[in-house]
Structure formats: C-alpha cells, structure tokens
C-alpha cells in the first residue's frame, strides 16, 4: 500500500486525536448491516508496481498500434506525429496534477494557457471566440445544437448527410430528451456534398444548419452558400471541424459565415488513446458568449495592477445558475487543451499549413496508387487528407482481411453505417505527415491480393 | 501581418516600473518568482518549431476555391522557447504534486506515476477506436476488467463505461432512467434534488428534460426524508442524491428512501462524487441505488490537468442496465469480450439502448490509469483508502473545534470531508480572507462557499495520501489565520501577498470579458 503514509501507529494516535475507539467507530452513521466486514470477496489484494505493471503490459501487447504498421485511419479520429516536448511538458505535475483553477492566485500558469488555447482556437476557427475545451468533438456539437435552439427560440436542427454519423447520433440522443427535432440522413455515394438538399431544407423552423467541414467521406461542402441561406431563414450555421489540420490548408468556417463552429481536437498533441479523452473544441461570435456552454477564461488585473487572469462569466454555469444553466457541464478537458495548444505553438500557423499539405500530397499519391487496382475508385473530386475509396465489394471483411496482414487500412462505412446497404462497398482511407511511400505500397499491394 | 511584440519578450504587464512593492524589478521577475509573456507575444507569425522530413508539393486541382488566403495567424515558436514557457508558465500552479490539495468534493489525491506509464503503452495510446476489433483485444479486456471491478466494489448489475465526466455521467443515469420510464410508457415529469446537492445535479435533470424540485436538509445536515417522502408521487421519475453528501456526511436513512422511492415507481440517482469515502466499506447497490456516476479522477486518481480530462462510469441496478448507451463491452459466449456497438446491440440482448452520447467508447486514457490504481490497491488497500480518508477528515475536524466553528460538529463523525463556517470570526473578515491566507502560507485553500446551506462554508478534504505530519502543518496554519482573523488583523484582508499575483478582479473580467489576446488590434 505504497501510496498511504499513515502507519498503524499513526492510525492509533489519530483515533485516540478525534476521540474513537476503532475506525468504525467513524463509520457509525452507516448501518451495521450495509458496513462489508472485510475486503470485497473476489477481487485480488494489493499488487506491486512491477506486477501492475507486467500486468497492463501483457494487456498492452494484445494490441496492434497504429505506429507499427502501415495505418490509413481516421473518419473523427486521426495520427499524427507529436513532438516529444508536448508529452513531455504536460507530464510536469504542476500542470498535470493541478486542480480546476479556483484560485486564480496560484493558478496562472493554467489560466495563461487556456487563454492562449482560447485565442488560438478562435484563429483556427475564424470565431471572435472560443471556450476553453470541452469533453469532445461530438458532444460539442450537440452542445452547440442546444444552444443555437437558445439562442434563436427555436427546435428544429438540419444536420447535413456529411456530418459525422456517431455525432449525429449524440445529437440524435439528446435531442430526444430535450424535444429538439434533427433531421440528418446518411450520406450518398456521390462526390457532391449534398448543399443543394440542405439549402433546400431550410425553413423558418430551423435553428440551425449543422454542415461538417470537410465532411465525413472527405468532401468539402460549400460553406458561404449554405451560411447565407441559413442566415435568410433566421437559422445558425454550425460547422464541425474533425480534422483540426485541414483548416492548415482550407478557409476557416468563421471566414465562410458560421456563426458556431465546433470541432474534435484530439489531432493535435493528444493521440488516438481507442476513443478518449479527446478535446472539444468550440468558438462562436462574440454576441453569442452569455449562451455559450462550457468554461471562459477572460484576463483581468490583480490587486497591483499586474495582468491577470481568471475563470469568468461563471454565472452561466451549473453551480450558479443550477437548473437555468446554459449546460451542465463541471470540466473541461484541461491537459488535452494544453497538449493541443503546446503542439499549435511549435507548429505556429506555418507548420501547420506544412503538416496540412504533407498529409494532402500523401493522400494524393495514395489516390493515385489506389485507384490504379482494377475495380477500385475513388469518390471525391477534392480532398485534404481524408478521401473514399469505393471497392467491389463490402469493405468490413476486406477491412479485417487486411489488419491480418498486417495493415490498418482505412475505416469501412459499413462499421459507420451498419444498416445502409448503399454505403457497404466504401472505404475511408486517411493519411498524414507520418504516412509514407511504403506504406502506401504496402496498403495498394495488400488490397491487391485480398481483392484479386 | 505584425501582431509579435516587437521588443521579443518584454511583458506589457499593466503595473508601472517602480511601484511600492518592494523589490520591483526590470523584467517583472522576482528571482525564481517569473512572469511570462503570452506566446502572441513571444512568437513570430512565420516562426516554427518542427522540422519536417521533405517538401509538400502544390494542392491539387479542385481545391483551389476551398483554400486559404494566408496561414492560421498563430504565432510558432522554436522547440528551447516553447519548453521554457510553458515550464515557466508550470511554476505559477499549484499541484497536488507540491502539497495538499484540500478541495471538499472536488478530491485531489497523490497521483502515481505508474499510471501515466501504464497509459502511454502504445498498445492503449496508440490505437484508433475505429480499428478492427481482434486488433485490440487488449483494450477491451482494460475496460472489462475496469467494468467488473466497479460492478463488485458497488454491488450494481450493470456499468456504463461510455460517460466523459461526472456530469456526463449524471446525465446518463438520468437518461438511462427516463428510457426505463418510457419502456413502461411512464412519462413523469419531476427530478427531486435535495438543497445540498451538486449544482451540476439540479442543471442535469433539466438538461434531460425534467422539472427540478428542491427538498430541504435538515438541522443535521442531512436530507430531510418526511420531506421527501410527502413529495414523492406518481409524477417523481427519480430522486437525486449525494452520499456521502456534500455536508460531508452519510445519509444514514438512504436505503429507507431508496424503498419510498421504488414503491411510488421512481428511481435513485446516487452522486457518486463522493465514493471514494466508502469504497471497499459500502456497497450502494446494497442502499437501493439505481444509478451513480464514478469520477475515476476522484476515487481512482486519474490526473485532473487543471480541469480535465474527467471519466464518469455509471454503474446501473438491474432495472435500470438494459438501457445504457451504446457503445459497451460484453462478454460472448465464446469467453471473449467484444465491443457492442449499433450492428450487434439486438444481438447481444441489448435492445434497449438509449443510443450514443458521444462518439467512440468513453475515455480509454483514464480506464487504463483506474484500472491500474485498482490493481495497485487491491481489495484490501481499497478498503484501507476509504478508512484512511475518514480518519484524515475526522483528524482535520477534531483538531480544528473550538478553532473554527463546525456547524455540524456534534452530528456524528464526518466523512471523507470536514466542513466549517466564517461563523465566528471577526466582523468584517470572511472565509476569502482565511482562504486566501492560506495561499501565503504555502498552500491551496479549501473549497469555499460550498455546500450552499452553510454561511461562509469552508469544505477541508485531507483525502488518504496526506501524512499526518503534513496534516498538523495545515492545521496549525489554519488555527493561526482563524486566530489572526479572531484578532481583527487588516493585513489578512490583503492576502495574498507572496503568490505570483495579488487578488484578481473577477469583477471586471465578467464586466469587460477579454477572452481572447487582440494585441495586434489595439
């Protein structure tokens, strides 16, 4: 039991302090009859570190990494090389072992750093502002749902067939118990995006239009048309950014007209880690803050007048506002804005336009190569880095066919869309500034032999 | 475009050179005591500081109208000035790391570092969820064995690993309990949550579509039941509760509410923010809980970061598990665990599944940490966690009475928390004052003005990995500023004085809010 320092001859001295006989002389209040008289039958007892440690390796190694073998994932969740700096830096305790900063006195440093992330996000996004991260991607793109219905009085939510099935579904979920109508259907096998459908859809009932930017199977919708007949109609435009990095490369949605954009940071400095914890990220216009969910750090000044900063505007929060709140959230995902934002600074607008064109000229040669196999295409007329490759037959088994070999190639539709027949011959193939030529090679050659 | 400052690292810093604090330097720095420009500040808009293998080529054709004017206007800056500032920036924290970290109901405990190891093995960093499941075996058998242990350690049916915090987690129990309602085509409409119960629990129940209804507390400190079981009726989905609760208290009549409840058709929420006080000593599932949200961070001492990330497994009675969220592990009948998502729900017996609230299958990171600080304890050290918890509370409690006032002093031992009021304390002089002087005196304050039922609350969680030689330094610190406070010292009301900012004005922050460094329009 290395982590306790009490001994039992501090436990004994203590009790004898606050005046009991034994320790569950503390437990008094419990009844005798829900008080377990020892140690919960069938689990094991205490472990050293090295067995724990053998222990999760053993789990570990029952894994097969995306780093040791040729890896084209990603549809919301994508690899890219982190710096050894940014694991490094967000190991020191005082960051990683930090409390929510209640006490801005001794909380500067993470306060700075999430005004920093604030302002970095709202650059990245093209917003006035942005928060200060939330638990993900998809939950804050049903948070920007709820608030949009806030904001413009209204219930009905149009999600474009391009928005990320799983966030739809999280929309999908809590819209059920909020009263909010969504209306979102699964995608064509078209390389058009569907903005005419949306436009279309639009009436004087919509909250809001929600557009995934580029979309799900990699296309990019055009957000200045669909901002302007959302905004005729009365309605908000939000635009869900999965792949941070693209924006190195395309226009920023705040740049096209939408009024709230949210987006999965997990891209930059925090990893794949199967699903979580990831970063959501979320930034609005300025006119919008007082409805806006989640934690604001704002600057200030301290006593002497020394630049400051603190968490702010709490008063639309849970623990003020209780059930009038604009959310009920009670954190944020601090030290995954903080990898996020250590790896944007080393990055700096530059780098990340370069790591944005790295990973598009990889999907490029991939495309080439992969389109070269007989029955394969590919969907798109433009992409960045993500693209959909239509096989002659179902992906699923090919998919698993190919992890056998050795190669992670790509996320099936179908394990996306398990009940749309149409989709099933799709393929989502992802690359990056860590793909290379060999990899390429060894996806192409693979798919080859499973396919021939 | 010019937005660097362009003498490269000078702080603006508001205050004037040369004021009336002693010792004011050029830089604003007090020998180790450092400030730090923002990055905005430090960096150059063409700067970077990763180097790349090659060069990319043109984009291709079609992509032209989707393209950007100009780079993402973030500053970079080289690898040596980025370490060095956010390693500056480290030293303005506080952290659990560096002392105690007393926060009630928050919960601050040592971190070890075997976890960060364990969760940065690239079989668990480094693996995409999308990937086919034979291929992460592994990662599955974590979070089934995380499963399993929560289930035994609360004597629950059912878990819900998919839940991203604790109020995440809130609302999946309560979704959970209104899929069950509708299952029975029972459309209530009413959540009780006592007074002294988690903002985020009142702000839960109507996120999840529920009116909220308060139910008072007792002298005590308690939830008043006769209340509560006169409001109870056909129109009640769910009680909430906290137990232990926020007055760091047990509600000892927990299981007789829990029977009300059940017999006039509604269920019990349980807030599981404070388990770490009973775990390996109580079952909830034995109290007649339905549904209560685990914060990993709390009880099993994940690493907060400063805010997050959070992990709030639900674990679910029998009533209430057929109806979490996708996506869940199971095991098959074939002994091996499997990932259930939408495709193979009905197959797996799993019908009823409320669907998705949020993408992929929870926060693996943390999963792989709890589970070995789990393993790390034990069964035995669990329970030993739990006892030492109290007894550091209790510790904290009778050594403060007579010092402090304890409003609930003479209602039993406490839990895992000591609670004390401003009660006491000079005229004029508050519980910001003992809080901030704490600061001073080398550690974090207390959670204060919290729970709400208490003037001038001051909510002291030791937790079990504080020694009691580190206890009797903070509380002969506290004695000292309650007896400074007592004597009417001015110089109180000015603390902090040694920490690397003076008291902020939050008041200004909401009035004017600057969220975002516009440096470069100004």
New interface residues.
Partial sequence: MRYLPLNDADRAEMLGVVGATNIDALFADVPAEFLQPGPIEGLPNHASEMAVERHMAALSARNLSAGSVPFFLGAGSYRHHIPASVDHLIQRGEFLTAYTPYQPEIAQGTLQVLFEFQTQVARLFGTDIANASMYDGSTACWEAVAMAGRITRRKGALLSSGVHPHYAETVRTMARFTGDAVRHTAPDLSAVPDDAAIIGGISDQTSCVVVQYPDVLGRLPDLAAIAEAAHDKGALLIAVVTEPVALGLVESPGALGADIVVGEGQALGVGLQFGGPYLGLFGCREKFVRQMPGRLCGETVDAAGKRGYVLTLSTREQHIRREKATSNICTNAGLCALAFSIHLTLLGGEGLSRMARLGHDRARQAAARLSAIPGVSILNDAWVNEFTVLLPVDARPVVRTLSERGVLGGVALGRLYPDEAGLSHGLLVATSECTTREDIEALATALEEVLA | MNDMNPSGWR??????PG?D?PGETFT?NRGLQLE?P???EL????????D???D??E??A??EK????????????S?PE??R???R??????????GI?P?GS?T?K???R?D???A?????????????Q??????L??INQLAG?LI??TGMHGVAMAP?????G??CGL?CI?AALEARGDAREVVLVPESA???N????????YR?ESIPGTADGRVDVAALEARLGPDVAAVMITNPNTCG??E?DL?RIADAVHAAGGFVYCDGANFNA?V????PG??GVDAMHINLHKTF?T?????????GPVVLSEALSPYG?LPFTAKGADGVVHLV???DAKAMGHAHA?????????????F?RA??YI???????????A??A???A??V???LEGVLDAPYGSS??CMHEALFSDDGLAQGFSTLDI??GL?DEGF??M?VY?PLVVHGAMLVEPT?????A?LDQFIGALRSLAERARAGDEALK?A?VL????????T???RK?????RGDRE
């Fill in positions: 702080p603006k810093m508001g205050g004037e004021g604090a604003g730090e923002l990055i905005f960096g150059r808009m063409d700067g970077c500081g990763v790349f293998d090659d990319p080529g984009p291709m079609g992509l989707h393209l950007r004017g100009a780079p993402v206007a973030v500053p970079g800056l690898e980025t370490v500032h956010y390693t920036l480290s030293r303005q924290n506080y952290a659990i790391d560096l970290f926060l928050c601050m040592h971190n070890p075997l960060e190891r364990v940065r093995m690239p079989g668990f960093a480094d693996v995409h969820p999308l990937q086919p034979d291929t992460v075996r592994g990662a058998d974590v242990w035994d350690l991203k915090a604790g109020a995440h809130e609302l979704l209104r988690h903002g985020t009142p702000a839960t129940a109507a996120f999840a579509g909220v208290l047990f000892r299981k009973i390996g000593k109580v079952r034995d109290l001492s690493p907060h970061g400063g805010g997050g990330p959070g992990s969220p998502e939408e495709e409320f669907g998705r609230m949020a993408a992929f299958h929870g926060q693996m990171g943390m792989t589970l070995a393993l790390s304890h034990g069964a035995d050290g669990l329970r030993q966690v006892e030492d109290v007894l550091n209790n510790y409690l009778r050594s039993g031992p809080a901030k600061i974090h304050p959670t919290f079990e990995t504080e020694s009691r580190g000015a902090p920490a690397p900012r003076r008291r902020l004005d939050e200004q922050a909401a809010p600057r969220l975002a460094w």
